[in-house]
Every structure is written in structure tokens, then in C-alpha cells.
């Protein structure tokens, strides 16, 4: 079951919607970021969400896994604070982020964002900006395996320009 981000009540104002942030090596149960959004709620018109997938592909043409490291706490205030900024921009009515990190194979999911608002617009781009964001300013790092051998992920700047955005 999702909690809210320990974090928030550091990072917020009264106005600020709920907002669950995890951080896990396991995998995460879809279902989950929407239940915490829309249990006991009517007033939650609509729900947006991203996940992540690992591709076989990226620098190389065959990647066979991936593993995430993070900075332990600096990640999660990271992640809160990224939620925070969307809720002072758009009407949410809650925000989950879910970010695994370790060995991931092709396939697995590595992130899932949830956005709830009354309206889509207000989620649809609060969910875009989140992603945006958190590609460039979440302390991850990420190392690709393949056949040809392994090798840390380099920022790219086409995430410099999607964040410039906003």
C-alpha cells in the first residue's frame, strides 16, 4: 500500500494534494498509484499516468539489462519536490511516483507516474512536466549492459530540451 512521501510535509503547504513517492527494487503493481489517487474520492475527475519501460535498445542496438543506482533520501526528495512543483503549476488532486532501481531486463517496468486532477488538461500536463523533469533533476544513474559489454548512460540533451519546456 502506498503512503504519502514522508518528505511532503517538509516540501508543501497545506494547499499541496497527496503525494506518494517510492522508490523499490521490486516491481511495482500497476493498480496501485490509481487506488491511492481515487480511494474514498469523487471529486477526481480524471487520471493520467506514464510508465517506463527498459528497451532492448539504446546506445547499442542489443541491450540485455539495465541497472539504476540512486542516491538514497537525496532521490525521494528529489521525486517529492518534482510532485510539488507540478501541484503549485496545475489543479492535482494527487500525485504518485514509482521508481525502481537495480537489475532490469528488457521489458520490466522502471517508472510509473500517476496524476489526478479534476480536469484531463491539468493531468495530462502535470504527468508530461513530471516526466520531463525528473529525467533531468532525479539523482539516477543508469547502467546499460549488452553483448558488446556494459557502459553508464550519458545525459542526453534532447531531456535538457524537453525540461526547458517549462
Request: with cysteine; charged share 25%.
Amino acid at each position: 500500500m502506498l503512503t504519502p512521501s514522508s518528505e511532503q510535509a517538509l516540501a508543501s503547504g497545506a494547499d499541496t494534494p497527496p503525494i506518494y513517492i517510492r522508490v523499490q527494487q521490486e516491481a511495482f503493481v500497476f493498480d496501485e498509484g490509481y487506488e491511492a489517487l481515487i480511494e474514498h474520492r469523487q471529486d477526481v475527475g480524471a487520471l493520467v499516468s506514464f510508465t517506463g519501460l527498459v528497451r532492448d535498445f539504446n546506445e547499442t542496438p542489443d541491450v540485455t539489462g539495465l541497472t539504476l543506482e540512486h542516491y538514497p533520501g537525496m532521490t525521494e526528495k528529489a521525486l517529492t519536490d518534482i510532485a510539488v512543483e507540478a501541484a503549485s503549476r496545475w489543479a492535482l488532486k494527487g500525485v504518485v511516483i514509482v521508481h525502481r532501481v537495480g537489475h532490469l531486463r528488457p521489458g520490466d517496468p522502471i517508472v510509473q507516474v500517476v496524476v489526478a486532477s479534476a480536469h484531463r488538461r491539468d493531468a495530462f500536463s502535470a504527468c508530461d512536466f513530471i516526466m520531463d523533469i525528473l529525467k533531468t533533476r532525479a539523482p539516477f544513474w543508469k547502467k546499460e549492459h549488452s553483448r558488446q559489454g556494459d557502459y553508464w548512460v550519458k545525459e542526453r540533451a534532447t531531456d535538457f530540451d524537453d525540461a526547458a519546456r517549462w
